[in-house]
């Protein structure tokens, strides 16, 4: 609406009424509209609605139509009713008409009593409540509602999930659950009672006690055993947390459970939607998402980012139908109303909770992609394949597999100004009201989350746990009192409430490891004197014990370094002597070389032409002995080399005889091995003629026997190797006569040398001994020396720290003591972190004060003058604090450990300007 009451659209509708068509401000020309008829459908001003102008009403027709009567309403509902329990038995069957009426009237006096205020503007009640009781009535089947009594009991669930649950007090929905039960014994429908219906038991419905059940095979059944429930929710949880990479830790207690099977129910039935209202950490999209996940849905979320807008919610809204449209997959779209960036967005969910399309979102090329993509599951279902057919069908399969569940606050006036500019999030959503949770779920929570804390046994833990409900629930009571005293709200949520159990957890852990760090660095300490204190009394022990062994080393020392002496001069003497005796055997060893050498030296010049003779026998062959002993008379040379060897052989010296000797088989060998050391000295004078005469020649003889030759160089070296070794042979006797000699000299030398090796080694040994003596005494010194050196600084420490063994023992027991205290202290510095921020100090001051006689009262250990700043605070960190310009009381200190120590981003609200 403009400034002056103009409503552009309205405006533009009346100018088509005026004039039959628009004008076309791009081509800049008039378009005639023909054959179009406007339909409007009204509804009277407020919820959102805005006035027409009488200039645009002014070209309709105008048809009132007043609402339905109670008996138009009764025979509608009657005919669906009773047609559905035809199947069921005739006790149930009769119940038709006396549900519908009382359900009537049930409708009727709700929206009578229970009308819209600023506080509650969601009291707003039309027939698609009372049809949405009667859809979720449809939902049983006659196994699942045998009797009176059970339909009885669905006929009051159903109610009040969609009346009921939308109650913001506790009195409002106890007005009407007895409204309920009132009805209910009007009507003949039960003889339960109040306390039988809301009190002694919890009448609940739901499609999920058979887990693996395929959906479409579910049933919706009563469960009657909370204990199989909560078993059954504790299995789900883990097969949520198994499958999704964030888990969730839950606790099921009455209140979450409650709602759990509100949202279950409105997944299952058809285009089901649901708007959950309540503060901050109600646990409304934890819960959707297991309640989600418990249905066999997919849960889609959008994520914020910057410059997150209208067209990038479009395009996630593209990607959810998509997959809810196209892909035919169940799916949940949760939307928070802190991801209402744009007002738009709420637009666009009124229209897809209103009729499942958003106008404008998917352009003609998208709408043809998604006819294509479609037209194969339209032809199986038998639909209309057009373009515009499969859209359309696209549409409705959309809103049969899309559920959306909103989660809004209704803090503030942002709640109340949507649901007037948007009604279909109340026309259009099962609205479940969050409200704060009661004493016994706080309790369930915080006996949960502090199982596993070792507080100092069972009875402190409870103890704690039922702190934990008191403090949340005085800090209610303060809220309100600290508004009607200085109109300022605050409010204490359940993520206030989760926040004090898990920074108390984490604080204590850290307190309780900082306090036993200092406490048993000072214990070490006292240990470590006490160490020192009994190493002094142990040392001087010690040295007292050293002082004997001492004395004795040295005495032993003395009396081995005496023995030492005398054993190395004997070995001294021993040595000369040997040395002497060397000498002359070295003398010895070079006479019989010089010997030898001269012996060796004359025997080589025998050696060649005996070789050389051996080598020529070797040359002959049996031929060449034929060819002498063929000689009937041979000539003369050979004549005479044979008398030559006849004599060396010691034969006669003749013709006859020297054949006789070349004809032995062995003439060769015995040659070759011939004695030729031991030649007779006659047959050398016999054998000198031959050698003797000028003719007797190897060469000349070789001219009338090549054979023969052979053994005149034999008999020749025969003859040079005698001369030879008479002279040889002296000095060969000399020389064994010296190597004899020289091997007495060795044999004695080796034996004073073996005798000086035995008197060095045992010269050598006294030497390690006396080394080693000297090496401990040396080890002695240096221990007696160094225990001296400690007895002296144990000494000036243990009088230098005497009085500060005592300060750090009562330092440790004060330590202590505050260690058993850090179960209380702890919790109320988390507490006063979690809850007390907006209080003034005054009220600090009075909750801190009331906290710690309750702990006292039910046996926590608790400082009498606990605060946080004596807990948490730390005199350098406020030093440091000061310094920077924080005032010294006690509200400002409080106020710098709120915010170093929370665990949210602090709001400072500074009016006077002091800090900020």
């Not at 097969?239 to 509100?262: G, K, W």
């Not at 409105?266 to 959950?276: D, E, F, S, T």
């Not at 979320?301 to 997959?323: H, M, N, P, V, W």
């Amino acid at each position: 609406r403009e400034k002056y009451g103009a409503q552009p659209p309205i405006e533009l509708l009346r100018q088509f009424q005026d004039f039959k068509g628009f004008y076309d401000r791009k081509k800049l020309f008039w378009k005639d509209v023909d054959d179009t008829l406007l339909v409007a459908a009204c509804a009277p001003p407020g919820g959102g609605r805005q006035e027409v102008s009488s200039r645009f009403l002014r070209h309709f027709t105008l048809l009132a139509i007043p609402p339905p009567s109670d008996a138009a309403i009764k025979t509608i509902l009657s005919s669906i009713f009773s047609g559905f329990l035809a199947s069921f038995t005739s006790e149930l069957s009769s119940m038709a008409g006396p549900i519908v009426n009382a359900s009537v009237a049930a409708y009727n006096r709700i929206s009578e009593e229970l009308l819209p205020t600023p506080a509650k503007s969601h009291y707003t009640f039309n027939l698609r409540d009372l049809s949405k009781q009667f859809q979720g009535m449809l939902m049983v089947t006659p196994s699942t509602c045998p009797d009176k009594d059970a339909l009885a009991r669905l006929w009051i669930h159903e109610a009040c999930r969609v009346f009921a649950d939308r109650l913001v007090s506790n009195e409002d929905r106890e007005c009407f659950q007895k409204m309920l039960i009132e009805l209910s014994t009007k009507h003949s429908l039960s003889t339960m009672g109040y306390a039988d219906a809301f009190e002694q038991r919890n009448i609940a419905w739901g499609d999920f006690m058979r887990p693996g059940v395929e959906r479409s095979e579910r049933q919706y059944e009563e469960i009657s055993d909370s204990a199989k429930l909560l078993k059954l929710l504790e299995d789900y949880l883990h097969e949520y947390n198994m499958s999704h990479t964030t888990p969730m830790n839950l606790v099921f207690f009455q209140h979450a459970i409650d709602h759990i099977c509100r949202l279950s129910r409105v997944l299952r039935q058809p285009r089901g939607n649901a708007m959950l209202v309540g503060v901050g950490g109600s646990g409304k999209q934890s819960l959707t998402r297991f309640a989600a996940h418990i249905s066999g849905f997919k849960t889609f979320q959008i994520e914020l980012s910057r410059g997150y807008g209208a067209t990038e919610f479009r395009e996630d809204l593209k990607k959810l139908y998509r997959t809810a449209g196209v892909d035919g997959e169940p799916v949940v779209f949760l939307f928070s109303d802190t991801q209402i960036v744009q007002e738009g967005f709420l637009e666009d969910i009124n229209n897809m909770l209103n009729s499942g399309e958003v106008p404008g979102l998917f352009a003609a090329d998208d709408k043809d992609r998604i006819a294509n993509d479609i037209r194969e599951w339209v032809e199986s279902t038998g639909g209309n394949t057009s373009k515009d057919g499969c859209f359309a069908t696209f549409i409705n399969r959309v809103r049969d597999n899309l559920h959306i569940v909103l989660t809004m606050s209704p803090v503030g006036e942002a709640f109340r100004a949507r649901c007037r500019q948007f009604p279909s999030l109340i026309n259009c959503c099962i609205i479940d009201w969050f409200s704060n949770w009661p004493a016994e779920a706080l309790l369930s929570v915080s006996q949960k989350f502090l199982a596993n804390t070792d507080l100092g046994g069972e009875a402190v833990r409870g103890s704690v746990a039922q702190m934990c409900v008191h403090i949340h629930r005085s800090v209610e009571d303060m809220s309100t009192r600290f508004y009607a005293e200085l109109r300022r709200r605050y409010y204490t949520t359940p993520k206030s409430y989760l926040d004090l159990i898990n920074l108390y957890l984490q604080l204590l852990q850290e307190k309780r490891e900082e306090l036993r760090l200092a406490r048993d660095r000072l214990l070490d300490g006292l240990k470590k004197l006490n160490d020192t204190n009994a190493l002094v009394t142990s040392m001087k022990a010690d040295l007292a014990r050293l002082q004997p062994e001492l004395e004795a080393k040295a005495a032993a020392t003395a009396e081995l370094l005496i023995k030492v002496a005398a054993d190395q001069q004997e070995a001294e003497k021993v040595k000369s002597v040997v040395a002497a005796e060397e000498k002359d055997v070295k003398v010895m060893q070079q006479q019989a070389q010089v010997i030898a050498d001269e012996a060796k030296a004359d025997l080589a010049e025998a050696m060649p032409a005996l070789e050389a003779a051996i080598d020529s026998l070797k040359a002959l062959n049996k031929n060449d002995i034929v060819e002498i002993k063929s000689f009937p008379k041979p000539p003369p040379l050979v004549q005479m080399t044979m008398e030559a060897v006849c004599i060396l052989k010691q034969e006669k010296p003749d013709w006859d005889t020297a054949k006789r000797v070349l004809g032995d088989t062995n003439f060769m060998r015995s040659l070759e091995e011939f004695d030729k050391d031991n030649i007779p000295e006659n047959v050398i004078k016999k054998l000198r003629k031959y050698i003797d005469d000028p003719q007797y020649q190897p060469d000349v003889v070789a001219k009338q026997s090549r054979a023969a030759m052979s053994l005149c160089m034999w008999s020749q070296a025969m003859d040079v190797y005698n001369r030879v070794a008479r002279v040889v042979e002296p000095k060969r006797q000399a020389l064994r006569a010296a190597e004899d000699k020289l091997v007495t000299a060795n044999k004695q030398l080796q034996e004073k040398q073996d005798a000086l090796g035995a008197v060095i080694a045992r010269v050598q040994g006294l030497q390690k001994q006396l080394a080693d003596a000297q090496s401990e005494q040396r080890k002695l010194n240096d221990q007696a020396d160094l225990t001296r050196l400690r007895l002296e600084r144990a000494g000036k420490l243990t009088s230098g720290l005497a009085d500060e063994g005592i300060r750090w023992q009562a330092t440790a027991d004060q330590l202590q003591s505050q260690i058993e205290l850090l179960v209380g202290d702890v919790f109320l510095s988390a507490a006063c972190i979690a809850y007390y921020g907006a209080f003034t100090g005054s009220y600090r001051e009075e909750l801190v004060h009331s906290w710690v006689a309750k702990c006292q009262e039910l046996a926590i250990p608790v400082s009498q003058s606990c605060t946080l700043r004596g807990t948490l605070a730390s005199p350098v960190e406020v030093r440091e604090w000061v310094l920077a310009g924080l005032p010294t009381d006690g509200t400002s200190v409080d106020n710098g450990i709120l915010v170093t120590r929370g665990k949210r981003w602090p709001l400072m609200i500074d009016p006077q300007v002091l800090l900020c």
